[in-house]
């Protein structure tokens, strides 16, 4: 069945004219301060990747049951896991690691306009990260993974192309994987939006990368980026694409929370008009209670902003918004 009228499908197909050419890169996995023992060398298992301004959040999920094989659980007694959410969790700030990729990765996402994490896993002992990004910065993307790649370079390049434009940010994630997308509409609390006006959208992207506001890049419209979002640090690409810093209070607040909880994003991003900011965020079914409850401590704390829960749907109906017109 297709999800007419989605909110969310709707998004995903507008970004995807935003966001249209991908990279997946790989690199040595990560080892614990005290040994040579590198996380996930024998199996695969989705982590999450966060910044938050020195700070870069990493956590690792495995499923209830991996205790039962013996690879998974030694790797679970050694790293000291813990089970939330139903789910085996290995939470680290990045300098609780030996191996400190954390601030380059960092650098480079921050170096780029456009350029997002958008989904990242371990497997058989090498991290991988996908990235999206517009096709304008292609010649400095291209310039700096040439720098980056030299005779004492671990990084590997999986591919780096154009996506097919049927193709969402969702198809890079693997279909065995569940995951869950939750809409909301944030409004300033005293302002009745009725949802006229929404011809004149900003659809935009947000990377889980807050350093004087959340990063996000658009294309903004005839009269500029929407005041409900207080751009900071704005700075045009071509063809009316733009990068600034969202200062936007509720959705920095959130960001703050995501990465604090250790929240898995595989996805972040919505549309904005002059009175209301529509946000999407995908995370995995297991943290979607999380998701809620933060989302639940964001509007106890807010006198100024509403916030109103638009759709909640699945990554198997998600899946459907794929090769739709």
């Not at 990045?94 to 497997?123: E, F």
């Not at 969402?168 to 693997?174: A, E, H, K, N, P």
């Amino acid at each position: 069945m297709k999800l007419t009228g989605s909110i969310t499908c709707r998004t995903l197909r507008e970004i995807c004219r935003v966001m249209d050419h991908e990279a997946l890169l790989s690199r040595p996995g990560i080892g614990e301060p005290d040994s040579n023992f590198i996380w996930g060398s024998t199996f695969w298992a989705p982590i999450g990747i966060s910044f938050v301004g020195e700070n870069v959040f990493f956590n690792l999920l495995l499923p209830r049951g991996s205790e039962n094989f013996p690879d998974k659980k030694m790797f679970l007694n050694r790293v000291e896991a813990k089970f939330y959410d139903d789910v085996w969790q290995v939470r680290r700030n990045i300098d609780q690691i030996k191996w400190a990729y954390g601030l380059p990765l960092k650098a480079a996402v921050a170096g780029a306009k456009s350029l997002t994490i958008n989904n990242s896993y371990v497997d058989r002992g090498r991290v991988y990260v996908h990235f999206v990004f517009n096709g304008a910065e292609l010649p400095y993307i291209s310039q700096q993974l040439l720098l980056s790649i030299n005779d004492e370079s671990d990084i590997r390049v999986e591919y780096l192309r154009e996506m097919n434009e049927r193709r969402t940010v969702l198809g890079v994630i693997d279909e065995k994987e569940e995951y869950t997308a939750v809409s909301m509409e944030i409004t300033y609390m005293e302002e009745k939006h009725t949802g006229i006006g929404r011809v004149d959208e900003m659809f935009f992207v947000m990377g889980n990368f807050l350093d004087k506001g959340v990063k996000t890049f658009g294309k903004k419209l005839n009269d500029g980026i929407p005041e409900i979002l207080q751009p900071e640090m704005v700075s045009d690409l071509d063809d009316n694409l733009v990068s600034f810093y969202t200062n936007n209070p509720l959705i920095v607040h959130i960001v703050e929370l995501l990465s604090s909880e250790y929240i898995l994003l595989r996805g972040f991003f919505g549309s904005a008009s002059g009175m209301a900011v529509n946000l999407t965020m995908i995370v995995p079914t297991q943290q979607t209670h999380s998701l809620l409850r933060i989302l639940n401590k964001v509007i106890e704390g807010s006198e100024l902003w509403k916030l109103q829960l638009s759709e909640v749907v699945s990554s198997s109906q998600l899946r459907k918004c794929e090769g739709e017109n």
